[in-house]
Antibody
């Protein structure tokens, strides 16, 4: 059974850092595309970042230079390192198995990141 | 402001059909067939209901269908049921920045 279990998140001050984790089971993260998608309170979805099976990465302009997506193949886990956090980064973050350029068939449970002083 | 434009809300009565539009540009919806649709109930993760414009994942009701004409994709739900009341989001691969995926702002479907 495919599962994505997220951890991390919480309350952080502006300018601070957080790392989100997404432990996968039932498949191998390095065999597929893996994305992070976020949703600000009461808003729509926003794609954040992707790591291809090749290891190449892409980022939304809003997070480029501040966020880093990575994976640990030995732990079958996806990460999102978030630095220089801003109040506008406040959102529920989802990790996602992306089988075809935005076609996500499995989602993590979501984790709330709140950036506030 | 979202890259793809969706109506904020639509409504319909049980048994009726409704359509939700998703308008982009030639760099995304109009130029690529990697258009997906998601259903999201409150407090839940999104659920994929259409991918590659018109394909349904296994287990998704045939009442859901997708199409595309020019720069606009559409999701049609036929035989509306109470459980269809949810938010619907479209996405598309884009050949412009960020060179991956953009989403619409989401549409709230109300079943009257």
């Amino acid at each position: 059974e495919v599962q994505l279990v997220q951890s991390g998140g919480g309350l952080v001050q502006p300018g601070g850092s957080l790392r989100l984790s997404c432990a996968a089971s039932g498949f191998t993260v390095s065999d597929t595309f893996m994305s992070w998608v976020r949703q600000a309170p009461g808003k729509g979805l926003e794609w954040v970042s992707v790591i291809y099976n090749s290891g190449s990465t892409h980022y939304a302009d809003s997070v480029k230079g501040r966020f880093t997506i990575s994976r640990d193949n030995s732990k079958n886990t996806l990460y999102l390192q978030m630095n220089s956090l801003r109040t506008e980064d406040t959102a529920v973050f989802f990790c996602a198995r992306d089988f075809s350029y935005g076609a996500v068939d499995y989602w993590g449970q979501g984790t709330l990141v709140t950036v506030s002083s | 402001q979202s890259a793809l434009t969706q109506p904020a809300s639509v409504s319909g009565s049980p048994g009726q059909s409704i359509a939700i539009s998703c308008t982009g540009t030639s760099s995304d919806v109009g130029g690529d067939n990697h258009v997906s649709w998601y259903q999201q109930h409150p407090g839940k993760a999104p659920k994929l209901i259409i991918y590659d414009v018109s394909n349904r994942p296994s287990g998704v009701s045939s009442r859901f269908s997708g199409s595309k004409f020019g720069n606009t994709a559409s999701l049609t739900i036929s035989g509306l049921q109470a459980e269809d009341e949810a938010d619907y989001h479209c996405s598309s691969f884009t050949t412009s920045s960020p060179l991956y995926v953009v989403f619409g702002g989401g549409t709230k479907l109300t079943v009257l």
